[in-house]
């Protein structure tokens, strides 16, 4: 009987030692692609508001351009805003056509 006990003593540890190998072996590739994953997705969320701030001050700036150059506030407003539809619309258009 006491030899019962060790065998199954063995079998518990081996049975623990593969499954922390198992454990190891799948965690750390799954670690490093999450942390791959997690800083490319905070650099494209960081470059996305560097650019919507850009376009914020480059319109802002576009508005006070065209109001120093005589045009009335609501048309240059009008102006840039159709530029920024027409903008969007070609983005559009252009990543459809390459999926």
Same mark, same amino acid.
């Given at each position: 009987?006491?030899?019962?006990?060790?065998?199954?003593?063995?079998?518990?540890?081996?049975?623990?030692? /593969?499954?922390? *190998?198992? &454990?190891?072996?799948?965690?750390?590739? =799954?670690?490093?692609? %999450?942390?791959?994953? +997690?800083?490319?997705?905070?650099?494209?969320?960081?470059?996305?508001?560097?650019?919507?701030?850009?376009?914020?001050?480059?319109?802002?700036?576009?508005?006070?351009? /065209?109001?120093? *150059?005589? &045009?009335?506030?609501?048309?240059?407003? =009008?102006?840039?805003? %159709?530029?920024?539809? +027409?903008?969007?619309?070609?983005?559009?258009?252009?990543?459809?056509?390459?999926?």
């Amino acid at each position: 009987m006491a030899g019962g006990a060790e065998t199954d003593d063995l079998v518990s540890r081996t049975g623990r030692l /593969l499954r922390d *190998a198992a &454990v190891d072996y799948i965690k750390r590739p =799954l670690e490093e692609i %999450l942390n791959w994953a +997690l800083g490319r997705t905070v650099s494209y969320l960081v470059a996305a508001a560097l650019f919507i701030t850009a376009a914020v001050f480059l319109f802002v700036g576009g508005v006070g351009g /065209l109001e120093a *150059a005589g &045009v009335k506030r609501w048309i240059a407003y =009008l102006a840039l805003g %159709l530029v920024a539809v +027409l903008a969007g619309m070609i983005v559009i258009r252009t990543s459809r056509s390459e999926k």
